[in-house]
């Protein structure tokens, strides 16, 4: 009997554990740093980055999605070659897109963080760019952007205010809207 039962609750929980949610996103972010070498680790890039995130998936979640996030990358040194930047940036969408397809995720939303600074009062997060990508049923990029924070000068921009200003950006814009939840 028990062979019979737990398969038909596990169906039951899965159906109700996920009627009337919106998609569901993988998020991921990475890291371009610009800073002296000892700020790699910095407090404050840490912090920003996981602030960030979470914020996003915060919101997303609430607004009834399915929110997972996947590991990013710390590029450091010369980033400024715009022509490589773009390469890697359609390598690494095309990589993290079949581990989000992968996951059982709709959308993917991947976010790139430049910081800047010589030392930890000049740190700043200069810059994020983003893409959200549909992963499922046409694959197509939905929205991509790039938002320049003008607070030079070190710490102006923490993670929570960057993420208020990319979910003002997503809802705007309306991009969950096209997942029909």
């Not at 400024?80 to 390598?91: C, F, I, K, L, P």
């Not at 991009?175 to 029909?180: D, H, L, N, P």
Request: charged share 20%.
């Amino acid at each position: 009997m028990k062979r019979v039962i737990l398969p038909f609750l596990a169906a039951i929980f899965c159906f109700f554990s996920t009627a009337g949610y919106g998609a569901t996103v993988m998020i991921s972010h990475d890291l371009y740093l610009n800073v002296a070498g000892n700020l790699n680790s910095s407090s404050y890039i840490t912090g920003t980055s996981i602030d960030l995130e979470s914020g996003v998936m915060d919101h997303l979640f609430d607004n009834g999605h399915i929110v997972f996030n996947t590991p990013g990358q710390v590029y450091t040194g010369n980033l400024n070659n715009e022509v490589v930047q773009r390469h890697d940036v359609q390598g690494i969408l095309a990589r993290k897109s079949r581990i989000a397809v992968n996951g059982g995720a709709d959308l993917f939303i991947y976010l790139r963080l430049y910081f800047n600074g010589e030392n930890e009062r000049s740190l700043w997060l200069s810059s994020l760019d983003y893409e959200v990508l549909r992963v499922r049923d046409e694959p197509a990029i939905l929205a991509a952007d790039h938002i320049r924070y003008d607070m030079e000068g070190g710490m102006g921009v923490n993670g929570d205010d960057a993420a208020l200003v990319l979910v003002n950006r997503f809802r705007n814009a309306a991009i969950f809207q096209e997942t029909g939840k």
